[in-house]
């Protein structure tokens, strides 16, 4: 027997550990906001370019290309500084295709008041949610594969529903993304809690197509609730 194995860990080792840990964890939450609330600016900056200048939407196709292309470079790249020059051409992007659907919702009777709406109900989400994971600190890692799988089950439902022009189906995909994005969240928060997630780039990329999804959902569902009156 190796009585060195067996030897009980000195409880200071265990303190320094944990708190190392909590220091790593702190220090990923903290670039992460950082970047999250720049590249939150940026997307908004870019769409309201797009909304100025009348740009149309890229359509479905291109939206696609775009959207997997930086996604994949900026996988690729995260250990890098350009992985961050990634992640900002890739939620500007996101903020471009953005542009064409607000003005479209800003068209509708009422359409200021849907989009404030959807705003302030995805910047309420989004902070209560994270506060929640933020201050229990709870460990919500057994919701991965059933958002993993929901993600690609509302996906697909998604192109089906524009194929095919089925308004019910896009509705129901919409107040799906609205759950799974509220899922995620909290998900990827505790996930960079408890050190799931080191890399802030990912975090960040993470957490922003969680509001961007969010939003547009919550846009699609009070558009057609005004738009129905």
């Given at each position: 027997?190796?009585?060195?194995?067996?030897?009980?860990?000195?409880?200071?080792?265990?303190?320094?550990?944990?708190?190392?840990?909590?220091?790593?964890?702190?220090?990923v939450i903290r670039n992460t906001y950082m970047l999250l609330s720049m590249t939150l600016a940026f997307a908004a900056g870019t769409a309201a370019t797009s909304m100025a200048l009348g740009l149309p939407h890229p359509g479905l196709i291109l939206t696609l290309v775009g959207y997997f292309g930086l996604l994949y470079a900026t996988v690729k790249l995260r250990d890098s500084a350009w992985g961050l020059a990634c992640v900002f051409a890739l939620t500007g992007f996101m903020g471009y295709t953005l542009g064409p659907i607000v003005s479209h919702y800003l068209a509708l009777p009422n359409g200021g008041q849907v989009v404030m709406?959807?705003?302030?109900?995805?910047?309420?989400?989004?902070?209560?949610?994270?506060?929640?994971?933020?201050?229990?600190?709870?460990?919500?890692?057994?919701?991965?594969?059933?958002?993993?799988?929901?993600?690609?089950?509302?996906?697909?439902?998604?192109?089906?529903?524009?194929?095919?022009?089925?308004?019910?189906?896009?509705?129901?995909v919409s107040a799906a993304f609205v759950m799974l994005s509220s899922g995620l969240i909290l998900w990827e928060t505790s996930n960079i809690i408890h050190g799931g997630e080191t890399n802030y780039i990912m975090a960040t990329l993470s957490l922003f197509v969680s509001i961007f999804n969010l939003f547009t959902s919550l846009l699609n569902l009070l558009g057609f609730s005004i738009g129905s009156d």
């Open positions: 027997m190796n009585l060195i194995d067996n030897a009980p860990v000195p409880s200071d080792v265990t303190r320094d550990s944990t708190a190392a840990s909590t220091l790593a964890s702190n220090k709406t959807a705003m302030g109900g995805t910047a309420a989400i989004f902070l209560g949610l994270s506060g929640y994971a933020l201050t229990t600190r709870k460990d919500f890692s057994y919701m991965s594969g059933f958002l993993m799988v929901g993600v690609l089950v509302a996906f697909l439902a998604g192109l089906a529903a524009v194929f095919f022009e089925i308004p019910a189906l896009s509705l129901t």
